[in-house]
């Protein structure tokens, strides 16, 4: 089992940034590929980034390519979303999750730990 936990969101205006975190417990972090997604109300829940296990590889949806970027440090156990030039259409609830996959994955049932969610807002 892995647990994670979101933090960072919270409410900004257009064209600024946010950090998001989340950190794992439980089995070795090293293990997982790890993934953001986000859900916003009323859509489905849909794939933002992910990260392979070692950190070496990333892939984004295309929605948020060139602002925002993955990034992990395993000896914290912790994986990062920074957004930038944020619109309000990101807005949404995003996860982290967990995957046992090799491959940094955009697919959602590849996924096998998911954490609470972290709302982020972002104003016009």
């Known amino acids: 089992q892995v647990q994670l936990v979101e933090s960072g969101g919270g409410l900004v205006q257009a064209g600024g940034s946010l950090r998001l975190s989340c950190a794992a417990s439980?089995?070795?972090?090293?293990?997982?590929?790890m993934g953001w997604f986000r859900q916003a109300p009323g859509k489905e829940r849909e794939f933002v980034a992910g990260?392979?296990?070692?950190?070496?590889?990333?892939i984004y949806a295309d929605s948020v390519k060139g602002r925002f970027t993955i990034s992990r440090d395993n000896a914290k156990d912790t994986v990062y979303l920074q957004m930038s030039s944020l619109k309000p259409e990101d807005t949404a609830v995003y996860y982290c999750?967990?995957?046992?996959?090799?491959?940094?994955?955009?697919?959602?049932?590849?996924?096998?730990?998911w954490g609470q969610g972290t709302q982020v807002t972002v104003s016009s």
């Open positions: 999750a967990a995957s046992r996959t090799i491959r940094a994955t955009m697919t959602r049932s590849d996924y096998d730990y």
């Open positions: 990260i392979t296990r070692s950190g070496g590889s990333t």
């Open positions: 439980g089995r070795t972090f090293s293990y997982y590929a």
